[in-house]
């Protein structure tokens, strides 16, 4: 994933820019073509075992502390994407780039998101919930501070390269949660996850757009997703205060 948004946001924002949007969506749907044949050739038949029944898994996701970490990926990624949806049009139209500028600027960002997620990984092994939310605080501030830099070149670029670091400093954290709280269920739920990482995507595009169309414009976008990723960050919170309560409770048993 952090090599594709290296090479693959760029990459579709070019071929978008010389040969039409269009161009960008057919470019998907034939290296999707491929990666499935890749699939069907290079990776191995896994046998189910007798523990992953689907009636099993489902009763899992009743859990409330696997919900809230849904609820986390879904209000995380609402965050991230109200803003990154934008980012080309807020660069060229606010900051001031010209449209071939803005694929080596988004270049940056895939290069501080891989090294960000690698640091993260370390990270989460050690503490989860600290680094979920410290991952989500530092995307909020750098949401934030693009709200106030994307009107000087130097400091959009600079800031871009640090939200590439932070954006998606909370996600190893969060996958490994889900598969520590889904017990009995690690397949469905990190399954699930994922689709939760979409469904923010989908959501958080659609919340920057109603912000645009609000008439309040390009430039409240970073603001309005920092203020979206807060709500991430207090549901985190509250989930890992649950974590520590039912720590205690059973240690005293």
Known sequence: MSVANIIGVPLGTWVGQQMGWRASFWSV??????????VVIWIPSIQIGQNSRLRQELRVLKSSQVQLTFLMTILSFVGIFAAFTFIAPILTEITG????????????YGVGLTMGNTIAGKLANRSIMPTAIGGLTLSALVMGLLYFTMHVKWAAVVTILLWGLASFGHVPALQMRIIAKAKGAPNLASSLNISAFNLGIALGSSLGAGVIHSGLGLQVVPAAAA???IVAILV????WKRDEGASIEDAKA
Do not use: D, K, Y
């Open 29 to 38: 749907s034939a290296l999707g073509l491929l990666g499935t044949l890749a």
């Open 97 to 108: 780039f010209s449209s071939e500028q803005i694929t080596p600027i988004l270049l940056l």
């Open 227 to 229: 203020a979206f990723t």
């Open 236 to 239: 985190a919170v509250i989930g």
